[in-house]
């Protein structure tokens, strides 16, 4: 089985998608999976080619068959979600496909049927294969489809003979999250150095810690205030978490995007020095010494 990686933050916007697309680009062979199906965005960085699209079904949703419904509206009564309409139409998005309508139904004018509710990329990259998606507006199947990435990723690396799958995680600490760092072997945070960057943090350690994955962290913009720097230090410290590296404010992750290039490739100066750094540090970690030689 390949070595997984999870990159993920407490919230958006702290640079994920930049790091995975920088370490992706230090990695000898690897297989990136963007995990953040609600925003995908590595693609922006990658400029993938050669895409195959595979449709993901979520949630089944009722249809009501016209020709044998007697319009009773017993249906509409017992929806607790209000999914059924007067005029007997049910609307997708807000059907949560308990199937309550189809067993009550006295005519049985009620069935179940797969819903469309986004789609799976597989996708080439000049630094490897690249497993991504996108879920459809309003649709609530995240954590499915990100399970459904990462089956993909899998499969595709075991085809690929790849031993690392780096994996760009949505933020937050909801199901999307827990889909994507179940079973993997180190999860990388990217925190920021505020008060509510401290508690995302600590939301977020929770979550590694109930599933006892090996976590590590990145203070992304260390600079902008340097006394919620050293807290984020100390409270590490204590709760015994390694801080794998910090990086200042810098104008060049959003010049490198622009460019559709990793900060490595932009630019060899201090940030994309600090990013090796902390790639280096990384590849130490106990979880994935095992396969270093083949990074």
Request: aromatic share 4%; with cysteine.
């Amino acid at each position: 089985m390949p070595k997984q990686i999870t990159v993920i933050s407490g919230k958006g916007g702290t640079g994920k998608t930049t790091l995975t697309a920088a370490f992706s680009s230090l990695a000898n062979k690897v297989l990136i999976a963007d995990c953040d199906v609600d925003a995908a965005d590595i693609h922006l960085i990658l400029d993938p080619g050669s895409t195959s699209k595979l449709d993901f079904y979520g949630m089944e949703v009722a249809f009501i068959n016209e020709d044998k419904c007697s319009a009773c509206g017993t249906c509409v009564e017992r929806c607790r979600f209000g999914a059924i309409s007067k005029e007997l139409v049910i609307d997708a998005h807000i059907c949560e496909g308990c199937g309550v309508c189809s067993l009550i139904c006295p005519e049985n004018a009620i069935t179940m049927k797969e819903h469309k509710a986004g789609e799976i990329f597989r996708s080439v990259t000049r630094y490897g294969p690249l497993v991504h998606a996108r879920l459809g507006i309003g649709e609530e199947t995240g954590g499915k489809l990100v399970s459904m990435v990462r089956k993909t990723s899998s499969e595709m690396a075991a085809e690929n003979d790849i031993d690392l799958i780096i994996i760009d995680g949505p933020p937050g600490t909801g199901c999307s999250v827990i889909a994507s760092i179940s079973g993997v072997d180190l999860v990388f945070i990217v925190t920021e150095p505020s008060v509510s960057g401290i508690h995302d943090l600590e939301r977020v350690l929770e979550v590694t810690a109930h599933f006892g994955i090996k976590a590590v962290v990145c203070i992304n913009k260390c600079n902008i205030n340097e006394e919620k720097t050293a807290d984020i230090e100390e409270f590490c410290k204590i709760k015994g978490i390694d801080v794998v590296g910090k990086l200042p404010l810098s104008d060049i992750p959003i010049k490198a995007m622009l460019e559709s290039q990793t900060v490595i490739e932009y630019e060899d100066g201090i940030f994309s020095g600090a990013v090796r750094d902390m790639w280096s540090k990384i590849m130490a970690c106990g979880t994935l010494m095992k396969n270093e030689t083949n990074f």
